[in-house]
């Protein structure tokens, strides 16, 4: 790693305003992802500005049918305390490893935006709502691309807020090596239609597959799909998977989705 | 350089650390307790496996001043003082858990933090949590029973290695 400064503010203007003062200072979460990168060299920050000790960026609530979850929860805290929406709760409980879960969180996760990883999959289908510093975003308008966001330089996410869909799951293909997907397909039911969020297979990142959306919010059964594929071209190629491979994964992991929801 | 203060095997301790000091450098080199292995340096292997707070962490993937205040626990802490072993060593000596031993004491940190939350894990339980710890001597089995062992579980019922 190349030398930086370790900074542990305990509110959240005082990290923002460390980020802002100095554009290659870095926000940090748990760090399983920052830090194998800033080994690697692929990094260099002048700054880490540790999330963990500021106030009010963890703990799970309730309000009004949404999920809120705090920015600096760790993956073994949503899988433990996230009951009330139990698709979002497995999928937490299943990213990595139990040690990394005990270290990575949720806003490290969706700023990083990995396109392998598993909660921008969450976050997308349930048209949840990214809430900074600054700003609500909604899902639609947060993913920008691979390892892209529409964060501001600066920006923390304090949290997470998610509408608790009437029937949801997330099925993982798991790439043995890294524990990412190497495809993730979640699907979640709402009184007003059902959205697909797909991770691991887009070359652009996450994305919505709006045929699948449609025939299932026509009706909610594997077989809905039947028929439908996604286009090759537009996946991500590479020595675990060919496009084609993968395009195939998200139609047969989207049906698993729709059974599993239906219990 | 900066100050970092934290209790580690129930005694407090102190050091000068970089911000870039990983929390196994700071146990390893700083304090002398090489207990904690260093196996892959990615967060794949698991043999840097200690508790910090109670919970299972890689202290590869974690700074040494992220720490600051923890109550860190490592494999040196586990034995009582006079080198009596605690009963998951037990078990992995009397079940023939390691073989060249450099996983081991991430695997026993692993099967400490699984057995608090889970104190009678089935097979498949344990297999599943141990995803993190990597081992290319024992292929597992004997990993395996010598936690079931430990939780005070019949292992004949497993099979032979």
Partial sequence: ?263 | MTKVAMTVNGKPVTGEVEGRTLLSSFLREGLGLTGTHVGCDTSQCGACVVHVDGVAVKSCTMLALEAEGAEVATIEGQAAPDGTLNTIQQAFQDHHGLQCGFCTPGMVMSAAALLKDNPKPTEAEIRHYLEGNLCRCTGYHNIVKAIMAASGQDVSVLAAE
């Fill in chain 1, 1 to 263: 790693m190349y030398e930086f400064d370790f900074i542990r503010p305990e509110t959240i203007s005082d990290a923002v305003t460390v980020l802002q003062d100095d554009e290659d200072a870095q926000a940090l979460g748990g760090g399983q992802t920052l830090i194998p990168v800033l080994k690697q060299r692929l990094a260099q920050p002048s700054k880490l500005v540790s999330l963990a000790q500021i106030n009010g960026m963890t703990g799970i609530k309730s309000v009004d049918g949404a999920l809120v979850i705090g920015g600096a929860s760790t993956h073994a805290a949503v899988a433990m305390g996230a009951g009330g929406y139990p698709a979002l709760a497995a999928l937490a409980g299943h990213i990595g490893d139990p040690a990394v879960r005990n270290r990575g969180t949720l806003g490290g996760s969706l700023a990083n935006n990995d396109p392998a990883a598993c909660y921008p999959a969450a976050v997308l289908a349930s048209g949840a709502t990214v809430v900074t510093n600054a700003r609500e975003i909604a899902a639609d308008a947060y993913f920008d691309g691979l390892f892209g966001t529409t964060l501001e330089d600066g920006e923390i996410i304090t949290a997470v807020r998610f509408p608790v869909p009437e029937a949801a799951n997330y099925q993982k293909f798991v790439q043995p090596a890294s524990r990412f997907a190497l495809v993730g397909v979640y699907v979640a039911k709402f009184a007003d239609g059902v959205r697909v969020a797909v991770t691991g297979a887009g070359d652009d990142g996450v994305f919505r597959w709006s045929e699948a959306e449609e025939a299932l919010t026509k009706e909610f059964r594997p077989d809905a799909i039947m028929g439908l594929s996604i286009n090759p071209m537009n996946m991500i190629e590479d020595l675990h998977g060919t496009r084609a491979y993968r395009a195939h994964l998200v139609g047969v992991l989207t049906k698993r989705a729709v059974a599993a929801a239906l219990g």
